[in-house]
T-cell receptor
């Protein structure tokens, strides 16, 4: 089966510009996660969706970050405006907690803000 | 919230030797402890996990032990091979859905030398 797909893989932007990341989870997975991974650190959860509902967005900086998961499948994470400190790898993961605890991660999008 | 500490940050072993990575967690309610392997340019991949009702789990050359009283768990890799070189993350989670919110450690860079 196809894994979690993310695009783009790399993005370089200047500060104050907007940026968007896209994620296509594994087919049938009801839960989708967005993580941010700073250099040399573990992933940190930004937001978790169960189907279309954002059930945990407590770590999402809502002044500049937004996310949506239309129809409970694909998801988009947006930053507007980007700041220097937003440079990181943004990881998307999905799971089907009806059957397994395992979270399957995509390859991530490496964002560089200049 | 949960806090996970991981040691060591880097580990170098010779091929065929064993490697041990240790993690401690702070929240006694945590009940699921996965280990992820992350290769360069890729997302983390689950290699083994353990629930709080189990003290030890083994899968070929990989084993995980859990001490709930001390709130620590460890990853053991025996007969290491060059392809084991990667960054390893421990994580902990709690909640109705056991993998609902993973808190990751800071990672251990394992290098297996010939």
């Amino acid at each position: 089966e196809a894994g979690v797909v993310q695009s783009p893989r790399y993005k370089i932007i200047e500060k104050k510009q907007p940026v968007a990341f896209w994620c296509n989870p594994i087919s049938g997975h009801n839960t989708l996660y967005w993580y941010r991974q700073n250099l040399g650190q573990g992933p940190e959860l930004l937001i978790r969706y169960e189907n279309e509902e954002a059930v945990d967005d407590s770590q999402l900086p809502k002044d500049r970050f937004s996310a949506e998961r239309l129809k409970g499948v694909d998801s988009t994470l947006k930053i507007q405006p980007a700041e220097l400190g937003d440079s990181a790898v943004y990881l998307c993961a999905s799971s089907n907690w009806d059957t397994s605890n395992e979270q399957f991660f995509g390859p991530g999008t490496r964002l560089t803000v200049l | 919230g949960e806090n996970v500490e991981q040691h060591p940050s880097t580990l170098s072993v010779q091929e065929g030797d064993s490697a041990v990575i240790k993690c401690t967690y702070s929240d006694s309610a945590s009940n699921y402890f996965p280990w992820y392997k992350q290769e360069l340019g890729k997302g983390p991949q689950l290699i083994i996990d353990i629930r709080s009702n189990v003290g030890e789990k083994k899968d070929q050359r990989i084993a995980v032990t859990l001490n709930k009283t001390a709130k620590h768990f460890s990853l053991h890799i025996t007969e290491t091979q060059p392809e084991d070189s990667a960054v390893y993350f421990c994580a902990a989670s709690f909640g109705r859905v056991t993998a609902s919110k993973l808190t990751f450690g800071t990672g251990t860079r394992l290098q297996v030398t010939l």
